[in-house]
């Protein structure tokens, strides 16, 4: 099973070093379930101190769930959630938020960018008032976004700021939320709740976990029956500590933070090589760990050619995503590729 | 975080060795994602292998998930499902099977037992039929049950002839499966499809891995969009390798039927040190991994004061689990300790 | 299509003259859809006016969507809902409880009875505290009962105090309401909001309508969004006026409480006419517009010889309802026969 | 409440005369409940003689229920239904369809235009095959479009012929259906089961009942436990008479085809009356009982000025509908009106 390293997806990474010892620790001996155990203690007192405040801190198994459990938490069946026509939510899972809320739907808006704008809150906020539309609730970004591009702080208070006063609650699906800590070099705190967003949902998988993520809730209140919902929604682990020492390890030894700028620097790195490569274009700008790349179905079948797997489900471009273990030598050989192929 | 080890819930134990090396194996390089990988197929091989049949195999995260998905799947939302009033899809699943299949009732047998009669399965999917009543479409049964108690295989047989000629489905909890084939020592597939079960939920987790169980489905018709349930239901593990290798080292190594034997083992050990002692009772016949007390209420005291951990939430007796770690000695101390409070 | 008179379901009755004549009226002209007509606001205020409160006033089909999206306002799909084990909503709404509210467990109280005593509130809203188990949210009771007993308004408020002690929201199902109020000879207030009542459905159908239950939230805060709900769960009527106008009839001329008093004169007529015959037996308390008879099976057949219809799905007695158009010089033809049958 | 006609919605009509008469005739005496009386097979079996079928029939209180239960029933809750931008499903109910479906969602096609193509069909049911996209199951038209245009036989046989090839389920909203009839001039069955519909929801309200729509499935295998559905979801009547015996006085006495044939003269009326006059524009041809109007904001507040009430929800024109019971003198107002507004 030795396969050269593909950047089709950050999902294709395994386990990095600092979360397997953290699992390693966990698997001596006996210890309460459900997370009523020490290292899922210690794992919501990391995230509380990473972000400087005392959040509500949940563990459940993937983003599917994560993102979905919020929204429905933020939601009522009737309600309805604003966000991007490129949001995840609303292209790749399968319904999982309208199923997780008994029917919340997804309200995209119209735009050809991934980066939702007050104006687009605005406008799918308040052209319908009347009952026969779902109500809006909660308005949903991803950052960095699914092309791979960050929001400001800037852009976050504005948005929220439009959410307080049309009465809106804004999720954050943060599934690669550390590449925007460290492209953006501000902290948690600051891209979060210092900046109005109401519930992050920080992606441990892509951040070098084997399955996992975290749901934080700023405001405690919000988070009222959240463990129940997550019980019933089949989101509880029984052996919870595999959940949660794996944070103690990414958190804990700033793997999290170094996970993410590596993989940043290789998308940077990639895009350094090719930019000036003429017939090539870069879709969106590279700001985190995700380079999208325009160019003639020959150069990628080309490229399919040399053993290269790569996704074109936005726009019909190459997506090429950078995990914690992006090998540089390997990135290199990619680039080299792109170049000699689009000759 | 060095604790003597607890026989409470055989979720406190953790990953067993044959798991973690599969783990291990598999962190190695950049593997395709949602189980396009070669783990997963090996991982559903070895299951086919293993139940001598080509059945369907899902892996997914918990078994609050694994029952509640696959009893969805056999329903429709006005479809009810006939149950023991142990069983735990009733009574510690915050109502998760209601909640997948959105609205099926769960209909318990009136019975003091926690196995199933073929009778009770009778008057409950007889008693209505009118269109005020959900439909009965589905029975389940866990085995063992929650109870340490085993169906033998003519019991399976009996309910499944019942199931059939009522047009009902049979679905099987097997959280603990590996420790009912250890038990009565016959094939996986004489306990399951040969039997008659339709759907089987294999508990991975209480078996020695951190996360995971596999849902069969004998009747690959009946496995029709189980996929897209799975992915909605925030069930699919982007990197599912790590759900699947586990169970290739459980399976391939035969550790997944040591692991259930060495359970039952200690349970017995711990019956036949106390089995005489004046004022205990066995409250069930000691079949699997499971020992349930009767004893007064001082006697529990004094066992909790000397640092034992136990539940006491069905008919108030204390209940002890062994897992694959459980330690002999351990199991000796916790016999001499009882026979010290008891006296 | 002329049929003698039965008194299996007071769903056998038409629409009363009061109800017949409202809806005659309405039925002229344009006027505004979905509730934005006169008539809606009218009802809605001779609700308001009838109770003596602020209260806030649905229209919705049917009994079932009634109780059901009141109980599902009150709960998270992680909630339960305590009730007795007669409650409609618990052995004849084919699930509908659970339907909208998207999982909402009903926890039926073990007691032979179906009136809730404060006690069953307690023992289920407390025997269980951890997120394994669905929270307890609500309480529903009916009154009159299924078995056509009342409770007084003494224990209304016992049972409303328990709720507010343990945090629990009070539903009334009152799908027979006005035969409860014509019996106690109490004020509607007195029997809900003044007695600690939350939420009434207060029944039309059974009342003289031909369709249609009114939803009075009595604190306005619980019924934020109702309107919502009711919309998507197809339960707003576009011509609204239908369902507003009998309401108007009912109300403002006294009918529903003289429908209410009448269909009781006539169970009392039937329980005066039989009480002492050999062989028989009242199986409850006659206090509303139900006879429940204890019988052999040999009368039963006997009666049923003679043309009269009638249920035994409650403890196998013979369930009798008196509806607004009962026909008293019917009912003693049925009290004849009664005799005649039990010789 | 003598308020002068108005055009804004063919809701704004009352109970047509044939279908009143019959709610008299039915309000006779005692009858069983639940549809188990000689109305409802009355009603019934005059579906089947106007469609020339054996079709499966249910009777439900509004258009949302129906449209949302006949789409709940060819899916599961991860499958998607493909449908208009324009679609009444997808922009006014509330989240209707998601919320009976648990979660199936609705996909529309990028067009301008209400009528969907084959191609549009096609387009949405094979851009994606994985399962993090809903898997598309059925399409819905609706017939006559909300823009009151007309798909012709062999549109609807095209559409049925790509959605058979598809393996998709094809669903006709009918809750104008009448209209359609009576401007095509076809038979019900040639629009329907014979153009390859499996399942239609025939509008009753809008064609002159107080409440109530017909679902009428074709393939009498796809209505398999639909009772139990309806029932579940609170779309059975108790009172069952009152939504069947309208249907036997609309279509045994031939008024639902001549309530539809005049609502469409008089939206023809109309636009004869006005398409010659400088500066309006008919927005979309005029086939059934709509019309939508272009002009200026002046003229049509120059029309509000004049007491007409009209909505502006699709492409800001002003919709004007036309019910059985539209008064031609007070079209000939509209028009001139209209006429002098836009001088």
């Known amino acids: 099973m030795s396969v050269r390293q593909q950047f089709a ?119 319908r008032t009347d009952i026969h539309y779902p109500k809006p609730r909660a308005v949903t970004i991803t950052q960095p976004t699914e092309t791979g591009e960050l929001y400001t702080l800037e852009e976050i208070r504005a948005l929220s700021a439009t959410c307080r006063e049309l009465g809106l609650r804004l999720h954050m699906d943060g599934s690669r939320f550390a590449n925007a800590c460290a492209a953006l070099g501000c902290s948690p705190a600051d891209m979060t709740w210092k900046a109005g967003v109401d519930v992050l949902c920080f992606g441990g998988t892509k951040n070098g976990m084997a399955v996992g993520e975290a749901i934080l809730f700023f405001d405690r209140a919000m988070a009222e029956g959240f463990d129940y919902r997550c019980k019933q929604a089949g989101q509880l682990a029984s052996k919870m500590r595999f959940l949660s020492a794996p944070w103690v390890g990414l958190l804990e030894s700033g793997a999290w933070l170094r996970n993410g700028a590596h993989g940043n620097a290789c998308a940077t790195r990639l895009a350094d090589a090719i930019k000036d490569v003429p017939g090539l274009e870069l879709m969106f700008p590279v700001q985190a760990n995700a380079l999208f790349l325009r160019a003639s179905e020959k150069v990628f079948t080309a490229l399919r050619e040399r053993g290269w797997r790569f996704y074109t489900f936005i726009g019909g471009g190459a997506r090429f995503m950078f995990a914690w273990d992006a090998d540089p030598a390997r990135v290199d050989e990619l680039a080299a590729d792109i170049v000699a192929c689009s000759a």
């Not at 007192?45 to 929204?71: I, Y």
């Not at 309208?98 to 308040?126: H, I, M, W």
């Open 9 to 127: 997806s950050d999902n294709y990474a395994g386990i990095c070093p600092e979360a397997w010892q953290a699992m390693q620790q966990a698997n001596a001996g006996s210890l309460p379930a459900y997370g009523e155990d020490e290292w899922t203690v210690r794992a919501a007192d990391a995230f509380r101190t990473l972000f400087d405040t005392d959040c509500e801190v949940f563990f459940v198994f993937n983003g599917t769930a994560a993102n979905s459990l919020a929204l429905a938490s933020l939601c009522q069946s009737y309600n309805s959630v604003i966000c991007s026509p490129f949001a995840h939510v609303e292209t790749d899972e399968c319904g999982a938020p309208e199923f997780f809320s008994n029917g919340s739907k997804l309200l995209a808006a119209r735009t050809d960018s991934a980066k939702l704008r007050p104006q687009d809150v605005r406008t799918l906020a308040t052209c």
